[in-house]
């Protein structure tokens, strides 16, 4: 359980003496190399001067487009806490073979004691071959040192609480109590009312990508800590409010109820207690006739680049998100096709990135079909996986009821939001093609299913570009990379504003 007894006391001021918007870079046209990135990295840490203790946040191998883990390699090298490699294909899912090379940081710094602890979330541990495939093979050879597990039930210490009056009003006064300020242990251990005694700061680094989100309308900023590495009931009742606002009217919006929660928690709780800096990317696949400086595969490009403290470095990100993130359709799609890659998406937990990135998008009565061949089980989280599988996606009327005749949803307000955020309402139709679930379990929790290796071979994933396509049934939309994006038609994104 959290650790009530820690509430945040300390006002004392950082030492630092950056502007707390120190780097916004990029455009939809920007295409920041390794060498550009690394460079904008290298500055920025020697302007925070020399540090003994650095604990980075990134995101985990769900997030693997985001950068971060190429960006961790970086700051890393940087302390000289790895040996700096020139990439052949650092942060690809194939491997990374590396040509050790003798260049040299700009810094004075000693090596510092650097501490990574992945933004889980309610996610499963990051296996050593995903931090290998991710953040490179100097860093998986040190995982057992260096990279730590973020337990949402039991690694948690409530600094504060957001008033009442703020969930009342993102609920529509249906829920009424406070939200938890939740952080992990190792976060809060870095606060500088802790540290006054010593010759450096220590210093936090969180890292993720900008894109549209289900849940808090634009992912990362401060999510990546209070539920990155947040607790139990901060994420539950998170999920919650954002399962009651209305994920409809939630994706896609910068500023909203819910952010305004975890505004006021940074603002109040946070700011001043950790010299902590945001660095935030926004990615996008490369357009046709483009081709990317970087060392990436899968045909993306870093878009954005974004250094700060505070929401400033946020907006400025999600503004650009926007524009290279979010496609607008002229008419609704009746069959659309989403792939999941097996790396990232083993579970429908995350998989159904695939239905809330689309939903906008569908045309009543239309069909979402998605190839889901590293798909293996339900929740990330043993206890999510079962309730998922006891109650299924029956849509919000159904799934309130079962919330308020059943005390085991109650104590997981998360899983309500997911299975509501996993249904279309009876709109469209879902068929979904997993890996290694059986047809009896897809239609248990309230999906269709098909075979997998037939509809792969009506819908060959090698061939198929993304976006609208043609076969003998007509025409049908692809989209690889569910997560990258946000697609809507503009009458209902304008309807779901309202």
């Known amino acids: 359980m959290a650790d009530r007894n820690e509430k945040a006391k300390s006002t004392t001021k950082t030492t630092t003496t950056l502007p707390s918007l120190y780097l916004a ?111 490179g093979e100097e860093l998986a050879q040190k995982s057992a040192e260096c990279f730590f597990v973020h337990d949402w039930r039991n690694d948690v210490v409530t600094i504060g609480e957001v008033p009442n ?45 900008v894109v549209p989100h289900e849940v808090m309308g634009m992912s990362n900023f401060n999510k990546n800590l209070f539920v990155g590495t947040g607790g139990v009931e901060a994420i539950n009742l998170s999920h919650f409010i954002g399962a009651v606002h209305g994920m409809e009217r939630m994706m896609g919006r910068k500023d909203n109820p819910l952010r305004d929660i975890l505004n006021h928690a940074s603002q109040h709780f946070l700011q001043n207690e950790l010299d902590l800096w945001y660095i935030l990317t926004v990615v996008s696949p490369l357009k046709e006739g ?53 790396h990232e998406f083993h579970s429908t937990w995350l998989g159904n990135k695939a239905i809330y990135r689309t939903r906008m998008a569908m045309a009543d009565q239309g069909r979402l079909i998605i190839l889901a061949p590293g798909v293996k089980r339900f929740g990330e989280d043993d206890q999510v996986d079962k309730l998922i599988r006891k109650y299924g996606y029956k849509g919000t009327p159904i799934t309130m009821q079962q919330m308020k005749d059943h005390v085991e949803l109650q104590d997981n307000l998360s899983a309500v939001a997911h299975l509501i955020h996993g249904s279309s309402e009876g709109r469209f139709h879902i068929t979904y093609c997993p890996g290694h679930l059986t047809r009896d379990e897809i239609i248990s929790v309230g999906f269709d299913y098909d075979d997998l290796d037939q509809v792969s071979q009506r819908y060959n994933v090698a061939t198929l570009q993304d976006g609208w396509n043609t076969d003998e049934k007509g025409e049908f939309y692809f989209i690889s990379k569910p997560a990258l994006g946000l697609w809507a038609v503009e009458s209902r994104f304008q309807e779901d504003t309202v």
């Open 25 to 135: 870079e990029g455009s939809e046209s920007s295409d920041i190399s390794d060498a550009q990135l690394r460079d904008f990295l290298s500055k920025f840490l020697d302007s925070l001067g020399e540090r003994d203790e650095i604990l980075i946040l990134p995101p985990d191998f769900s997030r693997f487009h985001s950068q971060a883990g190429k960006i961790t390699k970086f700051i890393c090298e940087h302390y000289k806490f790895i040996p700096t490699k020139e990439e052949d294909n650092v942060g690809t899912k194939d491997g990374n073979s590396q040509i050790e090379t003798n260049a040299e940081t700009t810094t004075g710094v000693g090596v510092p004691n650097i501490e990574i602890l992945p933004a889980l979330g309610t996610h499963a541990p990051m296996t050593v071959d995903e931090i290998r495939k991710m953040f």
């Open 290 to 342: 483009e081709s990317s400086s970087s060392n990436n595969d899968d045909n993306l490009c870093l878009r954005g680049l974004y250094i700060g403290r505070d929401v400033e470095c946020y907006s400025q990100a999600c503004d650009l998100s926007l524009k290279v993130n979010f496609t607008v359709l002229d008419k609704p799609i009746s069959r659309c096709v989403v792939y999941l890659d097996p």
């Open 165 to 209: 009056e703020l969930v009342l009003k993102a609920t529509y006064n249906a829920v009424d109590r406070t939200w938890p300020v939740q952080l992990n242990k190792m976060v809060w251990a870095k606060r500088l009312a802790n540290n006054n005694n010593k010759p450096r700061r220590p210093l936090v680094l969180s890292i993720g990508q």
